[in-house]
């Protein structure tokens, strides 16, 4: 297997002032390529430490993607880094620098002389062309170790991988098949608990069974090598028992992804209506292409309701309703005339999360369902966007469940219900 490692320049992304997206792209992208990466470092804005890192990096790794640190600024360093760590000077191409004064020029904009600084590599490198920027990649042996030098930017960065650098890996080396992932997410149990049940698991040598949780999911993960194929979905058949119900989507493409293609599907159409969730729920569906034909504040939704009760009932029957409904009555209520407000024949609606408790209706063609639940864990001790995220996911989980033709109403290990509309 080749060692390959990718060095992350940039105090920005040393001290984390920046998320490093491109880390994580690169890690996933070279995995489905059959070149799972061993290590990952990053350096600072530092010449020898940068000098000290490619040195070290070559003498153990096979492949080194380097990422930053070729700009026209004074803290760009990569390509003089990689020119002392070779022992080479550097050289300007001109056939780039032209590349650059064009880029400018087609854009109406003249070249500042800081950018020559983008045509500078070491002699005996490989230029590696970038087609949407002006930072000059390249390729640089070093050691024992192929190195290829790219921009920080994401756009710039991905079109690189996959355009140059991947193809010249190819040609030079026999890459391994892809190795096979199995994913499974679950929607809320614990990691502990899934792991009693999991750990022990007669596996071959090579596959591997990973947990990854990030409230308020936990993420089951089965990799090994394609000829394990067959053994792999054997266990698989197991983690999927294990899971049960709280398993809410399998593969890489999220709940609302998975909801929007079977929505779409049967022609059907959503309302949401929210008060804790404060839009994340609506802006989940939206991005994800779910057919959504409205969202909504909840206290604004309330009065509307009342308004629509009384245009529709005798005189005295929204001061009735209000005063014998319970609050799960007014919730699947108010779901019920935010669908009819808008032709949909769904409806979602999340109520306010105090002391733990939370209510939520979901309406349909068939009837409308309304839960109050709590949570056996502090939900408190969370973060209020990580709260809000587990309130969405809890309302699109009712859809899913309905959806599957199952009971709407579950528990979930730290998500007990503890009312229900009657």
Not at 42 to 69: F, P, Y
Not at 188 to 215: H, I, K, N, T
Not at 280 to 288: P, R
Request: overall charge negative.
């Amino acid at each position: 297997m080749l060692r390959v490692e990718m060095l992350c320049t940039g105090d920005e992304v040393l001290h984390g002032q920046i998320v490093d997206t491109n880390a994580a792209w690169l890690a996933n992208y070279l995995f489905e390529q059959g070149l799972p990466m061993s290590a990952r470092m990053t350096v600072g804005d530092n010449l020898s430490a940068l000098v000290a890192a490619l040195t070290e990096r070559s003498l153990r790794a096979d492949i080194l993607i380097v990422n930053g640190g070729l700009g026209p600024t004074s803290d760009d360093l990569s390509a003089l880094a990689a020119s002392t760590a070779a022992g080479e000077e550097l050289v300007e191409h001109p056939e780039w620098l032209a590349k650059i004064e064009a880029y400018f020029a087609e854009r109406g904009r003249v070249m500042a002389p800081s950018n020559r600084k983008q045509a500078l590599i070491p002699a005996n490198a490989e230029m590696i062309d970038n087609p949407v920027g002006t930072a000059c990649g390249f390729a640089l042996q070093l050691n024992r170790c192929l190195m290829f030098f790219t921009p920080g930017v994401p756009s710039e960065f991905k079109v690189m991988v996959a355009q140059e650098i991947v193809p010249r890996l190819r040609e030079r080396f026999d890459l391994p098949d892809p190795p096979l992932c199995l994913r499974l997410t679950t929607f809320g149990r614990a990691e502990s608990e899934l792991a009693s049940q999991l750990d022990g698991m007669p596996l071959p040598e090579e596959v591997v069974l990973g947990y990854r949780s990030s409230m308020p999911i936990i993420e089951l993960k089965l990799t090994g090598p394609a000829h394990e194929r067959e053994a792999m979905e054997l266990a698989w058949q197991q983690v999927r028992a294990v899971a049960g119900e709280s398993a809410i989507y399998e593969g890489t493409d999220d709940l609302p992804t998975q909801l929007a293609g079977r929505l779409r599907q049967l022609g059907l159409t959503l309302a949401i209506g929210e008060h804790f969730t404060a839009g994340l729920l609506t802006w989940q569906c939206q991005s994800a292409g779910m057919p959504v034909v409205s969202g909504e504040w909840l206290s604004s939704l309330g009065a509307d309701s009342a308004d629509k009760s009384a245009d529709k009932n005798p005189a005295g029957a929204r001061q009735s309703f209000a005063e014998e409904a319970s609050p799960l009555q007014k919730l699947a209520r108010q779901a019920q005339d935010l669908a009819a407000r808008h032709g949909a024949q769904l409806a979602l609606a999340v109520g306010n999360l105090e002391q733990e408790r939370l209510s939520l209706a979901l309406h349909t063609p068939d009837r409308s369902y309304a839960q109050t639940v709590t949570f056996t864990i502090n939900i408190q001790r969370h973060g209020l966007k990580t709260r809000q995220e587990v309130v969405s996911l809890m309302a699109l989980n009712m859809l899913r469940r309905w959806l599957n033709g199952w009971p709407v109403y579950a528990d979930h290990g730290w998500i007990r219900t503890t009312d229900t509309l009657a």
